[in-house]
């Protein structure tokens, strides 16, 4: 059931030299949400095989980004980059290599796609390696700065410094590439010394304006980036009594309890997408349960950020399949990640026994036309398009 609301703003002051923005303090009562159907929200469903054939494997897709007429996956567990065209169909891999030698990649951390790039960060041999989307090497450059993630802006990029102990609180970097000028952005008032924390989501590019939105883990905190890597926003959702201050995240992370107080006390970590879609802000958030039975929030923000719809566990009614989390965004579309197997074996308990229509873009056409392929072990990538309006 779609939900009307409006959403409180409370401006509050920065007070950063390096930032001129006002905080934007967005309050969403998460009790108003009610069960939904992903037919309030979507309005199609489809679903692409990425096909590995026989010789390569895809382990565990993570960072997930596009091109005009390509999909770049990275495979988090064997540190390999895959290039596909959009039937899913494999084109060329970029393999990684325990030796670690020039023009190649050992552990795989960022990737971005500039045009016709391949951008790849690489932790241990601290570099950025340059391919084509062909996965043929162009150039590489060693890194004097550790960092989680960076975003290119032309002519400057932004290095997101992860949640340690960074140079004067600050998350980011903000470089100009031609003359190496550099400058710390963003304070943020914890850092977790002992531990790493990437970021899935990274800089999301959107596709519908100049912004870059970033995501910041452990928080409830989204920032902004204009053209040039500049901030030009940032605003902090407040969920209630179903959020957490940075004060007790840190202190029960410490003490290595953090899952254990989550799901006794129903909180929300963070937030677990944030999508800058066609005209509107898409998010996911991931309410923990003590019982194990975790409650999913999907939820639709303005482009002014004001609330336009919210539900809880929202039902599959357009073929009942069971989805993941949401994972990535592009062309006002939602992405979720299937394994294969799964996704055959919960299409045979669905359907079994059942008269079908195989359709044309239908989920019957393509279990038909993949069934065998789906034995296999590989990756379901699921589009769920947003309405246009609702």
């Given at each position: ?109 960022y990737i971005q796609v500039v045009e016709d790039k391949i951008y790849v960060s ?107 890597g500049e901030i030009s926003n940032n605003f902090e959702f407040d969920f209630g ?150």
């Open positions: 059931m779609k939900k009307i609301l409006l959403v409180s703003l409370a401006v509050t002051s920065m007070g950063c030299s390096d930032l001129e923005t006002e905080k934007l303090k967005i309050s969403v009562n998460l009790e108003n949400s009610e069960t939904g159907k992903f037919s309030d929200l979507f309005s199609s469903i489809d679903y692409l095989l990425l096909d590995m054939g026989e010789n390569e494997v895809l382990v565990r897709p993570y960072h997930i980004d596009f091109s005009s007429d390509k999909i770049i996956v990275e495979d988090r567990d064997l540190a390999n980059i895959h290039i596909f065209d959009r039937t899913g169909k494999l084109q060329s891999s970029i393999k990684s290599s325990d030796s670690g030698g020039p023009n190649s990649i050992k552990q795989t951390e690489d932790i241990p041999l601290k570099k950025i390696i340059t391919f084509n989307l062909y996965g043929n090497f162009i150039e590489e450059k060693k890194e004097q700065t550790f960092f989680d993630a960076f975003h290119y802006f032309g002519k400057e990029r932004v290095l997101f410094l992860g949640l340690k102990n960074n140079p004067n609180q600050k998350l980011f970097i903000r470089e100009t590439l031609a003359d190496n000028d550099t400058s710390a952005l963003y304070k943020f008032p914890i850092a977790y010394d002992w531990m790493g924390i990437g970021s899935k989501d990274g800089f999301m590019k959107d596709e519908f304006s100049k912004s870059v939105f970033f995501n910041i883990p452990y928080s409830y905190e989204i920032v902004e980036f204009n053209e040039k009594r179903f959020g957490l201050g940075h004060n007790d995240r840190y202190r029960q992370a410490e003490a290595r309890n953090l899952d254990k107080y989550l799901g006794e006390n129903g909180l929300i970590n963070n937030i677990s997408s944030f999508f800058p879609m066609k005209d509107s802000f898409f998010m996911y958030l991931y309410q923990n349960s003590a019982e194990g039975k975790p409650t999913h929030h999907f939820l639709l923000f303005d482009r002014d950020l004001k609330l336009r719809y919210q539900s809880i566990n929202p039902k599959n009614d357009f073929d009942g399949m069971v989805m993941g989390i949401p994972w990535t965004f592009h062309d006002n579309k939602i992405y979720v990640i299937l394994n294969s197997v799964s996704f055959y074996n919960k299409y045979i308990e669905l359907y079994a026994g059942q008269k079908i229509s195989i359709t044309p873009g239908s989920i019957h056409e393509f279990f038909q036309k993949n069934k065998e392929k789906l034995k296999d072990d590989q990756t379901v990538l699921v589009s769920l398009t947003l309405k246009d309006s609702l």
